[in-house]
């Protein structure tokens, strides 16, 4: 039975020279953390460090006395060999067959655990008697492989290390340690308790303490109900907080462990509410982060560092094209190349990779460096490639097997010829990661211990499945708000405890049984998750080693989630403590900041337009009518937002692609007789020649995926095109006058350009077409004081008086959509009701002539009040958000008021 002890009588027991083991490395942290601040609270300036050791770190200074005596010489297996062995014994494969590596690397995992818990309980001798079922016969058969394998080969499964210390103690090969304290220990499986008696037989004296921190005069212990999960993890951010600044000006430090069921899939939110509350200053973007008041105990997969990533891409884009994302991820990454052509490498990425017009999903090195020399940007922004591939061209024989120790090289060196990890100085966290990635390809090396030569393909997958099992944790900066799972705090001192997310569906935690061993033996044994009761007893004894550990404790949760309705864990409101409201918790701050705020009137008059020639066209009096705000932060102050890019012929490309083709065919074909007179399969051919022209012949097509693209876009478009042609039979006699025809107009104060898609002679007069191929266009957004669309209207005054004869949109859509949208002054111009198409053209165009003489006299004179049309609509893609400040509340209460007045009429 471990004794109930205080930390300070541990601290006595460190300064006195004793060996202090604890469940976890993050314990002997924690208690080397508390001696050296013991030592200097004595005076002291130079010291003995503590000699703290977790369990695992204890067992391996006993085997390494082991080996220097020479008493046992077989080869320790680390993670990445025996997970290796295992593959090979799951996968029936032998060296060169990698064929079911993917399923056989999940496989290995759960044998080698089944592994691992066989050899806790001593349970390696009954697998095959207890092997019920094809899962546990399975697992026995394995399992006597690997064991013989090892025998053969001298290899010493991590698994089997309690049971081999003990063998060695018992036979005096090892001497046992003289004095040994563990502290913090809970429950103890087989296999240790066996190594424990076996020094206590051969003379050791040991001795269990069981951590207490002693309760302060002041400390709470409350549970503490939240509306939702948001509001859980905030109160508790505020409720650390205070706490810490409580402790701090009583002159003390501050210690708090928040535990959580799932750290993982908390992390991102429950790190943002910690740096937004308790770490204001580090919410700039970029800032160092390597020093946080709060830090995750458990760490992260190496492989999800950026830094990592970036060289682990590098590595497969070596082997095979890579997605571009990845791509874009390379040539943006401050990892890779220098620092001073990275804004030129993220142009290249937004304007030519990202808008390349033929859609790959993957690309390689030589066709990304083929892009670069054919980039307006030129080629200095990918110069860092070079290298690398001037590198690979001298390592192209990747596929020649070699060892794991010759593939670690040439991965570093494929890193340096990358210039990873940059030239910009690292945060400590990325040095860390430096560090790591050297250890991971020392680890890589180890698997040379069967002799295997394997190619680089083989490599990089064990490297890949090393990167993804590695956990990275930098060492710890002994921040005072530590976050972590109930089981890594085991062992553990704190000043105040926080259980968040404590359900009955999180707490206790549920204990499983491994379905590789056979059911007969795990109860036979009583191993996890065989029995109720002894689960229900070892979360009792967790809970109250947790709640001796520390002073102050909350136990927090949310009524509701996303699932619906939660309640307290029963095991906690057996408890019987008090609640308190996650709003109630934290006191309002009672001086809140009081600022004063100064209105001052901006009547200062814009200054006038440096000339009455206006870049934008149309698009200047279509944003002063959608928004006056929004005309003058895109047209006047250039305030617009940045394209999206995409992969592929976009909607403007496969627009600019269809209105060449058209033009490109009515220039040969000019007039509707002369179409008419075609047969349908002249049209087609002159219509796929037209295309072909229209498509850029300095596209780099590479491979049948880039042909079958492009065929699929001609095809697309010359179905489209032919049923548009129909479409053009329907109206009234034309011939076409001109094609993409660029005029100035005056409208008002303003000179616009423009460019008419299309006009036709039709009945002494002209008729103006605008392809379209958006879903959207409709003439009704010609019409009003503030028209959608005043492209056409615009367009309309360009004719002399009396000349216009129509205008209508030529909506080139595929299905119903397909048709002729317009105005005409006499039927059967263009096609449709003539009710709804035929008006007074004339008074139409004045009537636009006013409107849009209106509007260019607004942008002019600077009319730029925030007052979308339509909101929110009008306001959807709007990229002006962040400047125009707009309060929607007062828009919904007119549009409010307006909908009553009409429904009181």
């Not at 061209?393 to 060196?413: C, G, I």
């Not at 010829?417 to 990325?430: F, I, K, Q, S, V």
């Not at 636009?848 to 002019?860: G, I, M, N």
Request: include cysteine; proline fraction near 6%; aromatic fraction near 8%.
């Amino acid at each position: 039975m471990p004794l109930s002890t205080p930390t300070s009588t541990i601290l006595d027991a460190l300064t006195a020279g004793d060996l202090i083991v604890t469940p976890s490395e993050a314990a002997s942290r924690g208690l080397r953390r508390a001696f050296d601040a013991s030592q200097r609270e004595r005076g002291l300036q130079v010291w003995e460090p503590a000699h703290v050791l977790s369990w695992g770190q204890w067992l391996d200074s006993l085997w390494s006395e082991l080996i220097v005596t020479g008493a046992d010489t077989r080869l320790l297996l680390n993670e990445a060999q025996e997970h290796d062995l295992w593959r090979e014994v799951v996968s029936g494969t032998r060296e060169g067959d990698e064929t079911t590596l993917g399923s056989a690397d999940s496989l290995a995992d759960m044998a080698r655990q089944a592994w691992n818990l066989a050899n806790a309980y001593g349970a390696t001798p009954r697998l095959r008697a207890f092997a019920t079922t094809h899962d546990a016969r399975t697992f026995a058969g394995w399992a006597e492989t690997f064991e013989r394998g090892c025998e053969q080969r001298d290899y010493l499964s991590r698994a089997a290390l309690e049971t081999t210390l003990r063998q060695h103690i018992e036979t005096g090969n090892l001497a046992a340690p003289a004095r040994v304290t563990l502290a913090g220990f809970g429950d103890w499986v087989p296999a240790q308790t066996e190594l424990l008696d076996a020094m206590r037989s051969a003379g050791s004296s040991l001795v269990q303490h069981a951590l207490e921190t002693q309760p302060q005069p002041d400390a709470i212990r409350v549970v503490v109900p939240a509306d939702n999960e948001q509001n859980e993890l905030l109160a508790i951010a505020r409720w650390v907080r205070s706490f810490i600044e409580r402790r701090q000006a009583k002159g003390q430090n501050a210690h708090v462990g928040v535990l959580l069921p799932d750290v993982e899939t908390d992390r991102p939110v429950l790190e943002a509410i910690f740096r937004e509350v308790l770490a204001p200053e580090l919410q700039q973007i970029g800032v160092d982060l390597s020093s946080t008041p709060y830090e995750f105990a458990g760490g992260k997969s190496i492989s999800s560092l950026p830094m990592i990533a970036a060289v682990l891409d590098l590595a497969r884009w070596t082997q095979a094209p890579l997605e571009l994302g990845k791509v874009s991820a390379l040539l943006l990454s401050p990892y890779l190349g220098s620092l001073d052509g990275l804004s030129q490498s993220a142009q290249f990425d937004a304007y030519d990779l990202r808008q390349a017009k033929l859609l790959r999903p993957e690309i390689d090195l030589p066709s990304l460096l083929y892009l670069a020399q054919r980039s307006n940007h030129g080629a200095a922004p990918l110069a860092w490639l070079h290298p690398l591939s001037a590198f690979l061209k001298k390592n192209e024989t990747r596929s020649t097997p070699r060892s794991f120790a010759d593939w670690a090289e040439f991965l570093r060196s494929l890193a340096k010829a990358a210039n990873w990890p940059g030239e910009r100085p690292l945060t400590g966290d990325e040095f860390q990661a430096t560090t790591a990635w050297d250890h991971l390809l020392d680890q890589l090396a180890t698997l040379d211990f069967r002799g295997r030569r394997v190619p680089f393909a083989t490599a990089l997958r064990a490297l890949e499945r090393q990167a993804n099992a590695a956990v990275f944790a930098p060492p710890s900066n002994d921040a005072p708000v530590q976050i972590m799972s109930p089981a890594n705090a085991l062992g553990m001192t704190f000043d105040a405890l926080v259980f968040a997310r404590a359900t009955d569906e999180n707490w206790p935690l549920v204990e499983r049984t491994n379905p590789l061993l056979g059911w007969g033996l795990q109860v036979s044994l009583a191993m996890r998750g065989t029995s109720q009761p002894r689960a229900t007893e070892r979360a009792h004894h967790a809970m109250d080693r947790l709640l001796a550990s520390t002073s102050d404790v909350l136990f927090t949760y949310a009524t509701e989630n996303a699932d619906g309705l939660q309640r307290l864990s029963p095991a906690i409101a057996d408890l019987g403590w008090p609640q308190i409201e996650a709003r109630n918790l934290n006191p309002p701050d009672t001086s809140p900041l009081q600022l004063q705020v100064d209105l001052v009137e901006d009547l200062a008059p814009l200054p006038p337009l440096p000339s009455s020639k206006v870049r934008g066209g149309a698009r200047v009096l279509q944003l002063q009518a959608a928004c006056g705000f929004r005309a003058f932060a895109e047209m006047r102050l250039g305030a617009s937002e940045l394209e999206s890019s995409n992969a592929g012929f976009d909607a403007r490309e496969s627009g600019s692609l269809l209105h060449n083709a058209l033009n490109r065919f009515w220039k040969e074909v000019q007039t509707q007789a002369t179409l008419q007179a075609m047969p349908r399969e002249a049209r087609k051919d002159l219509l796929n020649r037209c295309i072909a022209e229209s498509i850029d012949k300095d596209l780099n097509i590479q491979g049948v995926w880039d042909e079958a693209y492009v065929s699929l876009q001609k095809e697309r478009l010359q179905r489209l095109l032919l049923q548009w042609l129909d479409k053009e039979l329907e109206r009234g006699s034309f011939q076409v006058q001109h094609l993409e025809h660029d005029e100035f107009i005056g409208i008002g104060p303003l000179d616009l350009k423009l460019r008419i898609d299309r006009l036709d002679l039709v009945n002494d007069g002209v008729f103006l077409v605008d392809y379209k191929t958006s879903y959207s266009s409709d003439p009704r957004n010609w019409l009003g004081e503030r028209p959608d669309e005043p492209q056409l209207p615009l367009y309309a005054l360009l004719p002399d008086a009396g000349e216009l004869k129509g205008l209508a949109f030529a909506k080139v859509r595929p299905g119903r959509d397909m048709k002729w949208l317009g105005y005409q002054d006499t039927e059967g111009l263009i096609p449709g009701t003539p009710a709804k198409t035929v008006i007074d053209m004339q008074r139409q165009v004045e009537e636009w002539r006013t409107t849009l003489t209106t509007l260019a006299e607004d942008f002019a004179n600077g009319a730029a009040a925030v007052h979308p049309k339509d909101y929110p609509t009008t306001c959807i893609h709007c990229a002006q958000r962040l400047l125009c400040r707009l309060d929607p509340t007062t828009l919904l209460t007119a549009n409010e008021d307006s909908e009553e007045a009409e429904e009181d009429n």
